[in-house]
Each structure stands twice: as C-alpha cells, then as structure tokens.
C-alpha cells in the first residue's frame, strides 16, 4: 500500500499539479518501519512483471542488438538485431525502459523529501533510506545513460518542471551519479537488511561506483572501490557455477528476490522453454558459442541445448528454473564479485600493472576450470579481460552490448557481424516518440 501511493504519483509525470494522495503519502514517512517498508517497496516493484528494464529486458534486447542472442520466432525483437529500430518499437522502449526508470526515479525523488521532511523517523533510518534511495537512483540514471545516452536529470518531484526539463549531457548524469553513489557510500551499512542481499549496503553502492568509474576510464577509482569490496572478506566466487545465481549466493552483491509466486526470475522464464514440447525464444548465436575455450565449465553449465523442428538450439541457462510455482531457489542477480575481480584487473591493466591484473583475470578463469594465463604484453591483455567479460557475462544485463560501446569496439564488431544494417548511430536506441510528444523540450537521438 505504501509503495502504491508512492507510484501512483508518478503515472502523472507530464501533468501539472501534485496528485491527489501526495498529502497522504506523508503518513507513509510517519513510522520507522512504515518508512521502511515503503522503500522495500520499490525493490519489490522492480522485480514485479517481465517487461521492464529492471528485471531483464535489458538482458534480452542489449543481447539482441549485440552479438549476443537472435529470435526463433519473428516478432518486434526483430528490430533490436538487425539495429533498426523503428516508430513500430518506440511504445515498447516506453514500456520497457523509459517509464519503468523515470517512476523509479521520481519514487526515489519524493520519497528522498518526505523522508528529509519527517521529524517522526530516527536519525539512523532516515540516513539509510535516503541513501538506498540515492542508490536506486543512481542505478536507473545509469542504465537510462547506456541505452539512451543524453537524458533529462529530473531531480524533484515538482510536475510543473519535470514536465518540460530537456535531455541533460551524459557528463553531467555521471556526475549527479557519482554524487548520490558517494553519500550512498557513507551512510549504507556493511550489512545487508536480507538474507538474500536484496537490499543495498554500503558495498552495493561501491559496486555500481566502480562500474561507472570504469566506464569513464576513471582507472585508479574503479581500482580502489573494487579493492573495498573484494578485501572485505563479505564475498567469494561460488566454485560451482550452478550456485551463481541462486539466492543467497556468496558472491552476490545485490539480488532482487522473487515477488511473484509462480516465478523466481523473469529472466529465467523468458529465456528457459516453457515445456519439453516447447522451443526456447532467444537463442544464442554461433558467434558466441565459438568463444568459448575448450573445456570452459561456464559452457557446460550455462549452456543448454535442445533438438526443436530439426534445428540444434542452444539458449541461456544461467537461470535454471523457468516459474510454474516452482520453488524459490533463484534470485535476480544484478551485481556479483566475478564483475569487480575483471573491474579491478581491466582498470590495473590500463595502469600498467600488469601481473596484479593477470592474477585477477586468472581468478575467474580457474573458476571457469580453464589454464592461467602469462606474459601478455599490455594491449593483449586488455583484450583478452574483454573477452573474458564476454564469456563470463554473455546474457546478463547488457554487460555485452555496453561493452562493446564504452570501449569503443561496437562498429568493428558489429559493423562486420550486420554489414547490411548497422551503423554508427546505433549505439543508442531512438527516445520514444511519445515521450518527445509529451515534452517538445525533448531531441531525438542522430539516426532516427
């Protein structure tokens, strides 16, 4: 009920005028534990139906217009692979990614003043919440960014001026990140609220920290964030693959649980076949399938296959439990150690520390049962820690396809992988025509 109130405020972004329960809303703030479970609600809204940026749409079309997956059945996906994303798509881009983040953006912006307003809380609660808030924030400001590039920085929650703010530079959202990640850091505890680590702690925050840092070659910081995380002794890499993403993993950082009883993840049941009688939809591509090294464990365990209508199919099997009421046993997993071990060896390899680098590399290649590697000069070292990024966040949230962009590398490699219809302009998907009706302050992206 209390997220309810809190969401139902923002479906009036673009009309002017608070909405009738903002008055409300204010008892919502008026109880530590009212509080609380106000802000649980946004992590639970986040995982709460299939078709959103938070709960693995990312993963599926980022692996679509990567080099990642292809459709078995034709369908408006269609357009995320060739990269030729039309008008026939732009509802969706609403639905999927723009809406969900903008909600979560302004539930997080009024919920960050009603906390500040509150005189009823106490002082350690209301220092939390704001900060998981400033977190959440964060996260969708740095999703919207990879997918969109340039977009508004909508900071309150006051309709008249959401309803006509411009895209703002990509500059200056990582900075508005930085800044929320910063004081999320100081004032989250190290210890979770849940057992399966779903809400953000301190080193959550310092998890999404570094990931920026590193996307803005910002090399020393991402080294020392990941440095925090990996030394605190609080995470390790599962040696069997199979516990990855199950809940209560040691080496997640941050997971959203199940809300729905009929799924653990959405992932998992968009990506798994729904029967034996049934074909999977997103397929991985022979591309990606050749990567792998011989003797790779990641293969043999997040790798299925099936023979369907004649064809030999292989498909994501990271998640292994498609829904049907099944047992909860898996968690959505967002952030886990293996990212910071290859955060850490990408950033010392840039810094030319090499052996340091090598031995994170080789941390997640043993893990994979795969042979160390030695004396690589710089320049093949980076590219092999791109590589193994590749095989070992191949289908999880857009790890790939943000890749691909950050390090410059998107045309060389799709540009030869979809010559008949890629181009440069690509690397960002069109903001939707409905949003850019709703605010004419709004310009759309060059190539669309």
Same mark, same amino acid.
């Given at each position: 009920?209390?997220?309810?109130?809190?969401?139902?405020?923002?479906?009036?972004?673009?009309? /002017?005028?608070?909405?009738?329960?903002?008055?409300?809303?204010?008892?919502?703030?008026?109880?530590? %534990?009212?509080?609380?479970?106000?802000?649980?609600?946004?992590?639970?809204?986040?995982?709460?139906?299939?078709?959103? !940026?938070?709960?693995?749409?990312?993963?599926?079309?980022?692996?679509?217009?990567?080099?990642?997956?292809?459709?078995?059945?034709?369908?408006?996906?269609?357009?995320?692979?060739?990269?030729?994303?039309?008008?026939?798509?732009?509802?969706?881009?609403?639905?999927?990614?723009?809406?969900?983040?903008?909600?979560?953006?302004?539930?997080?912006?009024?919920?960050?003043?009603?906390?500040? %307003?509150?005189?009823?809380?106490?002082?350690?609660?209301?220092?939390?919440?704001?900060?998981?808030?400033?977190?959440?924030?964060?996260?969708?400001?740095?999703?919207? =960014?990879?997918?969109?590039?340039?977009?508004?920085?909508?900071?309150?929650?006051?309709?008249?001026?959401?309803?006509?703010?411009?895209?703002?530079?990509?500059?200056?959202?990582?900075?508005?990140?930085?800044?929320?990640?910063?004081?999320?850091?100081?004032?989250?505890?190290?210890?979770?609220?849940?057992?399966?680590?779903?809400?953000?702690?301190?080193?959550?925050?310092?998890?999404?920290?570094?990931?920026?840092?590193?996307?803005?070659?910002?090399?020393?910081?991402?080294?020392?964030?990941?440095?925090?995380?990996?030394?605190?002794? =609080?995470?390790?890499?599962?040696?069997?693959?199979?516990? =990855?993403?199950? +809940?209560?993993?040691?080496?997640?950082?941050?997971?959203?649980?199940?809300?729905? %009883?009929?799924?653990? +993840?959405?992932?998992?049941?968009?990506?798994?076949?729904?029967?034996?009688?049934?074909?999977?939809?997103?397929?991985?591509?022979?591309?990606?399938?050749?990567?792998?090294?011989?003797?790779?464990?990641?293969?043999?365990?997040?790798?299925?296959?099936?023979?369907?209508?004649?064809?030999? =199919?292989?498909?994501?099997?990271?998640?292994?439990?498609?829904?049907?009421?099944?047992?909860?046993?898996?968690?959505?997993?967002?952030?886990?150690?293996?990212?910071?071990?290859?955060?850490?060896?990408?950033?010392?390899?840039?810094?030319?520390?090499?052996?340091? %680098?090598?031995?994170?590399?080789?941390?997640?290649?043993?893990?994979?049962?795969?042979?160390?590697?030695?004396?690589?000069?710089?320049?093949?070292?980076?590219?092999? /820690?791109?590589?193994?990024?590749?095989?070992? !966040? !191949?289908?999880?949230?857009?790890?790939?396809?943000?890749?691909?962009?950050? +390090?410059?590398?998107?045309?060389?490699?799709?540009?030869?992988?979809?010559?008949? +219809?890629?181009?440069?302009?690509?690397?960002?998907?069109? /903001?939707?025509?409905?949003?850019?009706?709703?605010?004419?302050?709004?310009?759309?992206?060059?190539?669309?």
């Amino acid at each position: 009920m209390a997220l309810l109130l809190l969401v139902a405020a923002c479906k009036k972004f673009v009309e /002017i005028g608070p909405p009738d329960n903002q008055i409300t809303s204010d008892i919502v703030f008026s109880s530590d %534990a009212s509080a609380d479970n106000a802000i649980n609600g946004i992590y639970s809204e986040m995982n709460n139906n299939s078709d959103q !940026f938070s709960d693995g749409r990312v993963t599926l079309m980022a692996g679509l217009a990567a080099d990642e997956l292809y459709y078995y059945f034709p369908g408006a996906e269609d357009e995320f692979y060739s990269n030729q994303i039309t008008i026939a798509n732009h509802q969706n881009l609403t639905n999927w990614f723009w809406y969900p983040a903008y909600k979560y953006i302004y539930t997080c912006n009024l919920s960050i003043e009603k906390l500040n %307003a509150s005189n009823q809380l106490s002082a350690g609660v209301k220092k939390r919440l704001i900060a998981e808030c400033k977190f959440l924030r964060a996260f969708c400001y740095f999703h919207l =960014v990879n997918i969109f590039g340039d977009a508004p920085l909508v900071q309150g929650s006051d309709y008249n001026q959401n309803a006509v703010i411009p895209r703002a530079q990509v500059e200056a959202l990582y900075t508005q990140m930085q800044s929320d990640l910063g004081e999320a850091i100081a004032d989250l505890p190290e210890n979770y609220l849940t057992a399966e680590r779903a809400r953000a702690n301190k080193f959550t925050a310092m998890a999404l920290l570094a990931k920026i840092y590193l996307y803005q070659e910002n090399w020393s910081m991402a080294e020392n964030l990941a440095n925090g995380i990996i030394d605190s002794g =609080v995470y390790e890499l599962e040696n069997d693959l199979n516990n =990855v993403f199950l +809940t209560g993993s040691h080496e997640s950082i941050w997971q959203l649980s199940s809300v729905q %009883a009929s799924v653990n +993840t959405w992932e998992g049941n968009h990506l798994l076949p729904a029967s034996d009688l049934s074909a999977p939809a997103y397929l991985l591509r022979p591309e990606l399938l050749n990567d792998f090294e011989p003797g790779d464990l990641r293969k043999q365990n997040w790798v299925a296959a099936r023979d369907f209508d004649g064809d030999s =199919v292989y498909y994501p099997f990271k998640y292994k439990v498609y829904g049907n009421y099944a047992p909860i046993t898996e968690s959505y997993v967002i952030l886990r150690l293996a990212d910071l071990y290859l955060i850490r060896a990408e950033a010392r390899a840039q810094q030319g520390n090499l052996q340091d %680098a090598l031995d994170d590399l080789n941390r997640v290649r043993s893990r994979a049962g795969l042979t160390e590697i030695t004396g690589l000069s710089q320049p093949d070292l980076v590219n092999i /820690i791109y590589h193994e990024r590749r095989i070992e !966040f !191949f289908c999880e949230f857009g790890n790939r396809w943000y890749d691909l962009k950050r +390090t410059g590398r998107a045309d060389a490699v799709l540009g030869s992988l979809k010559p008949d +219809t890629w181009q440069s302009t690509d690397v960002l998907w069109p /903001i939707p025509q409905n949003q850019i009706n709703q605010n004419p302050a709004l310009k759309q992206n060059p190539g669309y």
